[in-house]
């Protein structure tokens, strides 16, 4: 019996001071992939989200990831912090499947993929941070202009539904007779003209039936609509603007 609890004893003390087991290779691989599947986890506002999900936009939602904010000027010239300029446009990286008809009930696709390059409307959309960078949550009727290519230029530049991208005309300074015009004093109405010539159409408007209505514009046409209509898009260094069909009220 003394002999069969000192071998007892003596295992045990063996077992406490025996050194630790080493891990294994397949232990280590599941170390290594559960370290790297936390540190590629998506984050929204600072915050894991959870089982390595991701924002998935719904309805007509689109998630764009934001251009940087711009501290200088084109011409090289620093901007201070207050006059910095927010551009309200990025690259889309994840889209909604499109919202319903609401009379019909037939689904609206929507406008822009994954990859394409938007400009939305400057008091549109909810800014989130989404893997420490700004995205907005904008719907697909937010955007203005969407671009190829990752540059805006007129050459990539195109419109959506039912939405025409005019040139405006240029201010008038003077008068069919000759009169110069004076310039309006600051305070005063300064209305931009109203009349253009229309660079870009959109496909049209989805109806009821699920089909596209037809635009009542051409590339090329001059157009008149309503005062104060539409946003102004910059595009290669000069000024257009976008107008619903809706606001358009005549061609000539």
């Known amino acids: 019996m003394r002999t069969a609890f000192l071998l007892a004893a003596s295992a045990g003390l063996s077992a406490a001071f025996a050194p630790g087991r080493l891990p294994t290779s397949s232990s280590r691989r599941a170390a290594s992939s559960s370290s790297s599947s936390s540190l590629s986890a998506n984050t929204l506002e600072g915050r894991e989200i959870a089982s390595g999900g991701s924002i998935k936009p719904v309805n007509n939602f689109v998630l764009v990831e934001l251009a940087d904010i ?16 927010v551009k309200t446009e990025g690259t ?19 406008p ?20 420490d960078k700004r995205h907005s949550l904008i719907r697909s009727d937010d955007i203005l202009v969407k671009f190829s290519g990752g540059k805006l230029t007129l050459d990539t530049a195109d419109v959506c539904d039912d939405v025409v991208l005019v040139k405006p005309d240029e201010t008038e300074t003077e008068t069919s007779g000759g009169l110069l015009l004076a310039a309006p004093k600051k305070g005063e109405n300064q209305s931009r003209p109203s009349t253009g010539i229309v660079i870009r159409v959109g496909p049209g408007r989805v109806a009821s039936g699920g ?17 104060f209509a539409g946003n102004e898009v910059d595009v290669d260094g000069a000024e257009y603007c976008v107008v619903r069909m809706s606001d358009v009220l005549a061609k000539f």
Do not use: C, W
Not at 92 to 105: I, S, T
């Open 70 to 85: 711009q501290d200088q000027t084109d011409s090289g010239i620093l901007l201070s912090k207050t006059a910095k300029i």
């Open 92 to 110: 889309v990286v994840a889209v909604g499947p499109g919202k319903y008809h609401p009379e019909g009930g037939d689904l609206i696709p929507m």
């Open 112 to 131: 822009v993929t994954e990859g394409d390059g938007v400009v939305y409307g400057k008091y549109d959309g909810t800014v989130v941070e989404y893997n």
């Open 211 to 227: 089909e596209r209505m037809e635009m009542s514009v051409s590339e090329g046409d001059r157009v008149k609509f309503r005062d």
